[in-house]
C-alpha cells in the first residue's frame, strides 16, 4: 500500500497550493495592486495544468511501462472533443443562427436534425462521463489489439502516430459532424457560470489543479502499489517477467486505458479554458511535444512530467510571443539536448542519489534493436 | 477489237455522264430552287466532282454568283469574277450577277459535303478527321460518300474510323434494314468510347432486336470503360506508390541496419527538393541552355548533399543514442524541428517554385489512359533507385558488411567489421537516398520546409508494413498502400481513403507485427 509520505503528498500540495494562491491573487488585491494576479494569467496556469494532467497521464505508460505512445494528445483531445460538445449544446439559442439544438455549424451545413452521437451531451454530467469513457474505450480497443499481438518499442509508438494522424484526417472532415477545420468554438458558459467571467475562470483553474492532484495521487498509488511492481517489470524485462507467469498485455492494457481516461479528463478542463478546440489538437507534433515535457522533467517520477508541462509550455509561451523564429530551434534543440545529456530530467538532475521512492529502476537500459 | 470497245465505250458514256450529270447539278444553284440546290450540293459531292469543292466554298463563303443564262461565276477578294467551270476571268458588274444565297437545308447540305469532300483529301491525318467528324454528327446524308470513301481507302486505321462514321449513320438513318443496323452496332460496340455509348443509347425507335444489340453493347461498353478506370487507378496508385518507395527506402536501410528510427528523414526529402530549386536557380541564371538538365543535375547534388548532413547527423548524435531507440526517435525528431526552421529562416516559409524540364512535362496517350510523363519518369526513377541499393547491397563489399551488421552486429564487428563506420556510412546512404527522393518530389508537389513532413508518417507505415530489413518488403509495401490507397478513393474520397489505409495497417500490424517480411532467426528478437 501507499505510504503517506512527503514525496506522495508534497507536489498534489503545491499545486493546489499555487491555484490557490493565484486565484487569491486575482480576486483579493485591486486591479491595481501591483499584487494583483490579471486574469488571463489565471487561465494560463489553468491551461498549463491540463497539459500536465496530460503529461501525467503519459508519464505513467512511457515511464513506468516504458510504451512510448506517441498519439497520447488524441485522448487528450477527444476528452476536449466530448466537453467542447457539452459547450457548443449549452450556447443554445444564443448562438448566430439562433437554433436552439442545432450548433451554428450544422445550421450552416444544412442539416436538420442532431446526430444521434450528439444526444446527451445537453447534460453535465452526461458529456463529463464521455470525456473519460470515450479515451478510455478507444485505449481499450487499441491496446487490447495491440498489446495482445505483442507489438512494442518503435513498432507500438509509430501506429500510436498513425492513429492519432488517422483521428486528425477524420475529425478534419465536415461531414464527421465536429465542426470540420474549425472545430468547436464561440462558448457561452458551463452549467451555468458565463466563461468570460471572472469567477468562472478562476473555479476552473481550481477544478483543473484539484484534477491535477487527484490525478497525481491516483498515478503514485497505481505504481507505489504490487501492480506497479509488475509494471516496471514489464518496462525493464517484458519477456522475463512473462516467463515469471504474468500476464504482461493485461497489465499494460490496464494501464494504458487508465492513462487515456486521466489524458481525457486533462482536454475536458482544457477545452472551457482555451474557448476552442479544433483537429489540429489531434496532430502528431502535439503527441510527440507532450513527450518532451515528460522528458525533460523526467520520466517515470510522476512529478517530472508535471514540471516538464509547466515550464516547456512558460517556455512556449515566452518564446512564440517574444522570439516566434527561435522558438523551434529551441524545441527542437531542447529535445536534442534532453536525450543526450538530460536522459533522466530535470527532477532527478537536482538529486544526489536517485531515492527510492522517486525512481524505483534506473532509466530504461534498451536493448540494441 | 480496239475499234469495238471504243465503241462500246463511246455508247456507254453518256449513259455514265447522266448518273450524275453535273450541268444538271450546276444548273440547280442559278434556278433560287432551295431544295434544287441542296440536292445539288449532295449530288456534287457525292460524285466527287473536281470543281464541288470549289461550288461548295464559294457557297459558304457567299461568293458564288450566276449571270443571267446560268452559267456560275465566283467572285474573288478584288471583286473580279472567274468563271466556275473553265476558270477564265468573266467581266460582270453587279446588275448583270446574280448572289446564289442558301437557306438552312443548303446550309446543313454544304456542310454535310464538306465533310464528305475532305474524306477523299489527300492527306491521311484529314481523312481521318473528317470521318471522326461525321461519327460524331452521325448525318444519314453523308451515308453515300461514306459507303465510296471506304471503298476506296487504303489506310486501315483510316478505314476503321470511316466504317464507325457509316455505322453511326446507319443507325441513325430510319430507312436502313434491320441487319444493316446490327451489323452497324457491332461495330460501334467495337469503337469501345463514351461516345459510342452515347450513340448507341440515342438510336431513333430501334427495333426490338437492334434496341437489345444495342444495350448488350453499352453495357459491354461500359465494362471496356471500368476496365480502364481500374487500369488508370493502378497507374495511380504505382505513382503514389513509387514516391512512397522512394520516400520510405532510405527510411528502411536505416531502420533496418541500425534499428533507428530517423524521424528526421523527412526533413532529407525536403532538402533534396531545395537543392533541386537551388540548382534550377543558378543554371536559370547563368547557364538557360541547361535547364532540361536541371533535374538530372539535381540528382547526384541531393545524394551528396542530404548524405552528408545525414553522416554528420550519424556522428553527430546518433551515435551517442545507440541501444536508446525511443531517445533515438525523440532526438531526431527535434532535429527535424531544427532543420525545418533552419530552411524556414533561410528559403522563407513560402512555397518556392521548382520548374519541370519539358521533357518531363506531357502525357501519354495509352489506350483509355493519359499517362503523365512526369509520373512515369518518378515511377521509373523509384524502380532504378531501388535496383541500384539492391545491387549495392547485394554485390558490394559496403552492401556485405551492411547486411552483416543487420543480421548480428556482435558477430559482425567480432569478424573485423567496423561497425561504427558501417553505421555512418548507411545513414548516410539513407539520408542520400531521402534526398534523390526529395529531387523527384519537387515536381509533384510543393517546395516548402513541410515537404517532409506530409510523408514521414505514410513512410513509416510503409517499412511497418513491409517489414524491417528487407527491401523487398519495402517495395511491396510502398506499392501495394499506393495502389490500395487510389482504389478506395472514389468510394470513400481521398480523406475517408487515407483514414483507412492507416486502420488496415494498424489491423495488419495485428496480424503480423514484424511486417510483410519479417528478418528470421536471433535478429527477429529484438
Same mark, same amino acid.
Given at each position: 500500500?501507499?505510504?503517506?509520505?512527503?514525496?506522495?503528498?508534497?507536489?498534489?500540495?503545491?499545486?493546489?497550493?499555487?491555484?490557490?494562491?493565484?486565484?487569491?491573487?486575482?480576486?483579493?488585491?485591486?486591479?491595481?495592486?501591483?499584487? +494583483?494576479?490579471?486574469?488571463?494569467?489565471?487561465?494560463?496556469?489553468?491551461?498549463?495544468?491540463?497539459?500536465?494532467?496530460?503529461?501525467?497521464?503519459?508519464?505513467?505508460?512511457?515511464?513506468?511501462?516504458?510504451?512510448?505512445?506517441? @498519439? +497520447?494528445?488524441?485522448?487528450?483531445?477527444?476528452?476536449?472533443?466530448?466537453?467542447?460538445?457539452?459547450?457548443?449544446?449549452?450556447?443554445?439559442?444564443?448562438?448566430?443562427?439562433?437554433?436552439?439544438?442545432?450548433?451554428?455549424?450544422?445550421?450552416?451545413?444544412?442539416?436538420?436534425?442532431?446526430?444521434?452521437?450528439?444526444?446527451?451531451?445537453? +447534460?453535465?454530467?452526461?458529456?463529463?462521463?464521455?470525456?473519460?469513457?470515450?479515451?478510455?474505450?478507444?485505449?481499450?480497443?487499441?491496446?487490447?489489439?495491440?498489446?495482445?499481438?505483442?507489438?512494442?518499442?518503435?513498432?507500438?509508438?509509430?501506429?500510436?502516430?498513425?492513429?492519432?494522424?488517422?483521428?486528425?484526417?477524420?475529425?478534419?472532415?465536415?461531414?464527421?459532424?465536429? @465542426?470540420?477545420?474549425?472545430?468547436?468554438?464561440?462558448?457561452?458558459?458551463?452549467?451555468?457560470?458565463?466563461?468570460?467571467?471572472?469567477?468562472?475562470?478562476?473555479?476552473?483553474?481550481?477544478?483543473?489543479?484539484?484534477?491535477?492532484?487527484?490525478?497525481?495521487?491516483?498515478?503514485?498509488?497505481?505504481?507505489?502499489?504490487?501492480?506497479?511492481?509488475?509494471?516496471?517489470?514489464?518496462?525493464?524485462?517484458?519477456?522475463?517477467?512473462?516467463?515469471?507467469?504474468?500476464?504482461?498485455?493485461?497489465?499494460?492494457?490496464?494501464?494504458?486505458?487508465?492513462?487515456?481516461?486521466?489524458? @481525457?479528463?486533462?482536454?475536458?478542463?482544457?477545452?472551457?479554458?482555451?474557448?476552442?478546440?479544433?483537429?489540429?489538437?489531434?496532430?502528431?507534433?502535439?503527441?510527440?511535444?507532450?513527450?518532451?515535457?515528460?522528458?525533460?522533467?523526467?520520466?517515470?517520477?510522476?512529478?517530472?512530467?508535471?514540471?516538464?508541462?509547466?515550464?516547456?509550455?512558460?517556455?512556449?509561451?515566452?518564446?512564440?510571443?517574444?522570439?516566434?523564429?527561435?522558438?523551434?530551434?529551441?524545441?527542437? @534543440?531542447?529535445?536534442?539536448?534532453?536525450?543526450?545529456?538530460?536522459?533522466?530530467?530535470?527532477?532527478?538532475?537536482?538529486?544526489?542519489?536517485?531515492?527510492?521512492?522517486?525512481?524505483?529502476?534506473?532509466?530504461?537500459?534498451?536493448?540494441?534493436? | 477489237?480496239?475499234?469495238?470497245?471504243?465503241?462500246?465505250?463511246?455508247?456507254?458514256?453518256?449513259?455514265?455522264?447522266?448518273?450524275?450529270?453535273?450541268?444538271?447539278?450546276?444548273?440547280?444553284?442559278?434556278?433560287?430552287?432551295?431544295?434544287?440546290?441542296?440536292?445539288?450540293?449532295?449530288?456534287?459531292?457525292?460524285?466527287?466532282?473536281?470543281?464541288?469543292?470549289?461550288?461548295?466554298?464559294?457557297?459558304?463563303?457567299?461568293?458564288?454568283?450566276?449571270?443571267?443564262?446560268?452559267?456560275?461565276?465566283?467572285?474573288?477578294?478584288?471583286?473580279?469574277?472567274?468563271?466556275?467551270?473553265?476558270?477564265?476571268?468573266?467581266?460582270?458588274?453587279?446588275?448583270?450577277?446574280?448572289?446564289?444565297?442558301?437557306?438552312?437545308?443548303?446550309?446543313?447540305?454544304?456542310?454535310?459535303?464538306?465533310?464528305?469532300?475532305?474524306?477523299?483529301?489527300?492527306?491521311?491525318?484529314?481523312?481521318?478527321?473528317?470521318?471522326? =467528324?461525321?461519327?460524331?454528327?452521325?448525318?444519314?446524308?453523308?451515308?453515300?460518300?461514306?459507303?465510296?470513301?471506304?471503298?476506296?481507302?487504303?489506310?486501315?486505321?483510316?478505314?476503321?474510323?470511316?466504317?464507325?462514321?457509316?455505322?453511326?449513320?446507319?443507325?441513325?438513318?430510319?430507312?436502313?434494314?434491320?441487319?444493316?443496323?446490327?451489323?452497324?452496332?457491332?461495330?460501334?460496340?467495337?469503337?469501345?468510347?463514351?461516345?459510342?455509348?452515347?450513340?448507341?443509347?440515342?438510336?431513333?425507335?430501334?427495333?426490338?432486336?437492334?434496341?437489345?444489340?444495342?444495350?448488350?453493347?453499352?453495357?459491354?461498353?461500359?465494362?471496356?470503360?471500368?476496365?480502364?478506370?481500374?487500369?488508370?487507378?493502378?497507374?495511380?496508385?504505382?505513382?503514389?506508390?513509387?514516391?512512397?518507395?522512394?520516400?520510405?527506402?532510405?527510411?528502411?536501410?536505416?531502420?533496418?541496419?541500425?534499428?533507428?528510427?530517423?524521424?528526421?528523414?523527412?526533413?532529407?526529402?525536403?532538402?533534396?527538393?531545395?537543392?533541386?530549386?537551388?540548382?534550377?536557380?543558378?543554371?536559370?541564371?547563368?547557364?538557360?541552355?541547361?535547364?532540361?538538365?536541371?533535374?538530372?543535375?539535381?540528382?547526384?547534388?541531393?545524394?551528396?548533399?542530404?548524405?552528408?548532413?545525414?553522416?554528420?547527423?550519424?556522428?553527430?548524435?546518433?551515435?551517442?543514442?545507440?541501444?536508446?531507440?525511443?531517445?533515438?526517435?525523440?532526438?531526431?525528431?527535434?532535429?527535424?524541428?531544427?532543420?525545418?526552421?533552419?530552411?524556414?529562416?533561410?528559403?522563407?516559409?513560402?512555397?518556392?517554385?521548382?520548374? =519541370?524540364?519539358?521533357?518531363?512535362?506531357?502525357?501519354?496517350?495509352?489506350?483509355?489512359? =493519359?499517362?503523365?510523363?512526369?509520373?512515369?519518369?518518378?515511377?521509373?526513377?523509384?524502380?532504378?533507385?531501388?535496383?541500384?541499393?539492391?545491387?549495392?547491397?547485394?554485390? =558490394?563489399?559496403?552492401?556485405?558488411?551492411?547486411?552483416?551488421?543487420?543480421?548480428?552486429?556482435?558477430?559482425?564487428?567480432?569478424?573485423? %567489421?567496423?561497425?561504427?563506420? %558501417?553505421?555512418?556510412?548507411?545513414?548516410?546512404?539513407?539520408?542520400?537516398?531521402?534526398?534523390?527522393?526529395?529531387?523527384?518530389?519537387?515536381?509533384?508537389?510543393?517546395?516548402?520546409?513541410?515537404?517532409?513532413?506530409?510523408?514521414?508518417?505514410?513512410?513509416?507505415?510503409?517499412?511497418?508494413?513491409?517489414?524491417?530489413?528487407?527491401?523487398?518488403?519495402?517495395?511491396?509495401?510502398?506499392?501495394?498502400?499506393?495502389?490500395?490507397?487510389?482504389?478506395?478513393?472514389?468510394?470513400?474520397?481521398?480523406?475517408?481513403?487515407?483514414?483507412?489505409?492507416?486502420?488496415?495497417? %494498424?489491423?495488419?500490424?495485428?496480424?503480423?507485427?514484424?511486417?510483410?517480411?519479417?528478418?528470421?532467426?536471433?535478429?527477429?528478437?529484438?
Amino acid at each position: 500500500m501507499m505510504r503517506v509520505s512527503f514525496a506522495t503528498l508534497a507536489p498534489p500540495a503545491l499545486v493546489l497550493g499555487c491555484a490557490v494562491l493565484l486565484v487569491l491573487g486575482n480576486v483579493v488585491p485591486a486591479a491595481s495592486s501591483p499584487f +494583483h494576479v490579471p486574469i488571463f494569467a489565471v487561465s494560463l496556469t489553468g491551461k498549463y495544468l491540463a497539459y500536465a494532467i496530460l503529461a501525467l497521464a503519459l508519464d505513467l505508460v512511457w515511464g513506468y511501462v516504458g510504451i512510448l505512445s506517441l @498519439g +497520447h494528445a488524441a485522448f487528450f483531445a477527444l476528452g476536449s472533443y466530448a466537453m467542447g460538445m457539452y459547450l457548443m449544446r449549452e450556447i443554445g439559442r444564443r448562438g448566430v443562427y439562433g437554433n436552439a439544438t442545432l450548433p451554428d455549424f450544422m445550421v450552416f451545413l444544412n442539416w436538420t436534425k442532431l446526430p444521434w452521437y450528439w444526444y446527451g451531451f445537453d +447534460h453535465f454530467a452526461f458529456a463529463t462521463l464521455m470525456a473519460l469513457v470515450v479515451p478510455g474505450l478507444l485505449a481499450l480497443v487499441f491496446g487490447f489489439l495491440a498489446f495482445r499481438s505483442r507489438v512494442s518499442g518503435v513498432y507500438l509508438s509509430i501506429i500510436t502516430q498513425a492513429l492519432t494522424f488517422a483521428l486528425l484526417l477524420a475529425f478534419f472532415r465536415n461531414n464527421m459532424g465536429f @465542426g470540420g477545420n474549425n472545430g468547436l468554438t464561440d462558448f457561452k458558459d458551463i452549467a451555468g457560470f458565463p466563461l468570460q467571467a471572472d469567477s468562472t475562470r478562476n473555479g476552473l483553474l481550481l477544478a483543473t489543479a484539484l484534477a491535477l492532484a487527484l490525478a497525481f495521487l491516483l498515478a503514485r498509488f497505481v505504481v507505489l502499489s504490487r501492480l506497479g511492481k509488475i509494471l516496471i517489470a514489464v518496462r525493464d524485462a517484458e519477456s522475463r517477467t512473462r516467463f515469471l507467469g504474468y500476464r504482461p498485455e493485461s497489465y499494460k492494457l490496464f494501464v494504458f486505458v487508465l492513462s487515456a481516461v486521466i489524458a @481525457g479528463i486533462g482536454g475536458a478542463l482544457y477545452v472551457p479554458q482555451v474557448g476552442i478546440i479544433n483537429p489540429s489538437e489531434f496532430s502528431p507534433a502535439n503527441s510527440i511535444e507532450a513527450v518532451i515535457w515528460v522528458a525533460v522533467g523526467g520520466r517515470g517520477t510522476l512529478t517530472g512530467a508535471i514540471i516538464g508541462a509547466v515550464l516547456v509550455n512558460l517556455g512556449k509561451t515566452y518564446f512564440t510571443s517574444a522570439l516566434p523564429d527561435f522558438w523551434l530551434y529551441a524545441l527542437g @534543440g531542447l529535445f536534442i539536448l534532453t536525450t543526450l545529456f538530460l536522459p533522466r530530467g530535470l527532477v532527478r538532475l537536482f538529486e544526489a542519489k536517485p531515492v527510492a521512492a522517486l525512481s524505483e529502476v534506473p532509466a530504461t537500459k534498451a536493448r540494441a534493436a | 477489237m480496239r475499234l469495238v470497245l471504243f465503241l462500246i465505250g463511246l455508247v456507254l458514256l453518256p449513259a455514265f455522264a447522266r448518273a450524275g450529270d453535273p450541268s444538271n447539278a450546276y444548273s440547280a444553284f442559278a434556278s433560287g430552287d432551295y431544295d434544287a440546290m441542296a440536292a445539288a450540293v449532295t449530288e456534287l459531292a457525292a460524285a466527287a466532282d473536281p470543281h464541288a469543292g470549289a461550288v461548295i466554298a464559294a457557297l459558304q463563303a457567299g461568293r458564288l454568283y450566276a449571270t443571267e443564262d446560268g452559267a456560275l461565276l465566283i467572285r474573288g477578294d478584288d471583286g473580279n469574277y472567274t468563271d466556275l467551270l473553265s476558270g477564265k476571268p468573266v467581266a460582270a458588274d453587279e446588275d448583270t450577277v446574280k448572289k446564289i444565297r442558301m437557306n438552312n437545308a443548303v446550309r446543313r447540305a454544304v456542310e454535310a459535303a464538306e465533310g464528305g469532300l475532305q474524306l477523299f483529301a489527300a492527306d491521311p491525318a484529314t481523312r481521318r478527321a473528317a470521318a471522326e =467528324t461525321l461519327f460524331k454528327s452521325h448525318d444519314t446524308a453523308a451515308l453515300s460518300a461514306l459507303t465510296r470513301a471506304r471503298a476506296k481507302e487504303r489506310d486501315p486505321s483510316v478505314a476503321e474510323a470511316m466504317a464507325e462514321a457509316e455505322a453511326a449513320a446507319i443507325v441513325m438513318s430510319p430507312d436502313a434494314p434491320e441487319a444493316a443496323k446490327l451489323h452497324a452496332v457491332a461495330v460501334i460496340r467495337a469503337r469501345g468510347d463514351l461516345e459510342a455509348s452515347a450513340l448507341l443509347a440515342s438510336i431513333p425507335s430501334p427495333t426490338p432486336a437492334v434496341a437489345a444489340a444495342a444495350h448488350n453493347g453499352i453495357v459491354a461498353i461500359q465494362r471496356v470503360l471500368q476496365l480502364w478506370d481500374v487500369a488508370e487507378s493502378v497507374f495511380y496508385g504505382l505513382s503514389l506508390g513509387s514516391v512512397l518507395l522512394l520516400a520510405a527506402i532510405g527510411l528502411a536501410i536505416t531502420f533496418g541496419v541500425m534499428g533507428v528510427i530517423n524521424m528526421a528523414h523527412g526533413e532529407m526529402v525536403m532538402i533534396g527538393a531545395y537543392v533541386t530549386f537551388v540548382v534550377q536557380e543558378i543554371i536559370r541564371a547563368h547557364a538557360p541552355g541547361l535547364f532540361g538538365a536541371s533535374v538530372v543535375i539535381a540528382v547526384p547534388l541531393a545524394f551528396i548533399v542530404a548524405g552528408a548532413i545525414g553522416i554528420a547527423i550519424e556522428r553527430g548524435l546518433i551515435r551517442f543514442l545507440y541501444g536508446r531507440p525511443l531517445e533515438t526517435l525523440l532526438a531526431t525528431w527535434g532535429l527535424s524541428l531544427v532543420l525545418q526552421q533552419a530552411v524556414r529562416s533561410i528559403f522563407g516559409p513560402t512555397n518556392r517554385d521548382v520548374g =519541370t524540364p519539358s521533357w518531363m512535362s506531357g502525357a501519354l496517350p495509352l489506350g483509355g489512359l =493519359t499517362i503523365t510523363l512526369n509520373r512515369l519518369t518518378i515511377i521509373l526513377f523509384a524502380l532504378a533507385v531501388f535496383a541500384a541499393l539492391m545491387a549495392l547491397l547485394r554485390y =558490394t563489399s559496403l552492401g556485405l558488411k551492411m547486411r552483416a551488421v543487420t543480421q548480428n552486429r556482435a558477430m559482425a564487428a567480432a569478424m573485423g %567489421i567496423r561497425t561504427p563506420w %558501417i553505421d555512418a556510412l548507411t545513414f548516410g546512404l539513407g539520408s542520400g537516398v531521402a534526398g534523390m527522393a526529395g529531387v523527384a518530389l519537387s515536381q509533384i508537389d510543393n517546395v516548402s520546409p513541410n515537404l517532409g513532413q506530409g510523408y514521414i508518417i505514410d513512410s513509416f507505415m510503409v517499412v511497418v508494413f513491409g517489414g524491417v530489413g528487407n527491401l523487398w518488403g519495402t517495395a511491396l509495401g510502398a506499392l501495394l498502400l499506393g495502389i490500395v490507397n487510389k482504389f478506395l478513393e472514389p468510394f470513400a474520397g481521398a480523406v475517408l481513403g487515407k483514414i483507412a489505409v492507416l486502420v488496415l495497417v %494498424i489491423l495488419f500490424i495485428q496480424r503480423r507485427p514484424r511486417g510483410l517480411f519479417p528478418l528470421k532467426g536471433r535478429a527477429a528478437e529484438a
